[in-house]
């Protein structure tokens, strides 16, 4: 059998007809686009509030069984721990422990 001959076909390897793109093009293209003013426009412009205790179901049916999905508890707050006593009182122990007037 004779060998076939290769097909004179398109060199793949070749750029012909590519265009050159830009490089600081292609990165405005793909840069973040910061969407903060539009969206604060958006709920702004909402007039309508939900009640609260609305809100707390949504979230709160929303929110996953897992311990990580559960918001932290809120810790009691301790009070801060101060005297009985008074200035007057501990100066009347003074006198009588100490002797003095």
Excluded at 29 to 36: M, Q, S
Aim: no cysteine.
């Amino acid at each position: 059998r004779r060998k076939r001959a290769p097909e004179l076909g398109r060199n793949k390897a070749t750029i012909k007809g590519r265009v050159v793109k830009s490089a600081i093009e292609e990165y405005h293209k793909k840069k973040a686009v910061n969407h903060l003013r539009a969206n604060l426009q958006y709920m702004l412009k909402g007039r309508f509030v939900a009640n609260k205790a609305i809100t707390e179901q949504v979230l709160a049916q929303n929110r996953g069984r897992k311990s990580k999905d559960q918001p932290p508890k809120k810790a009691a707050k301790k009070k801060p721990e101060g005297t009985v006593f008074t200035e007057e009182d501990f100066r009347k122990f003074e006198r009588e422990y100490f002797g003095r007037p």
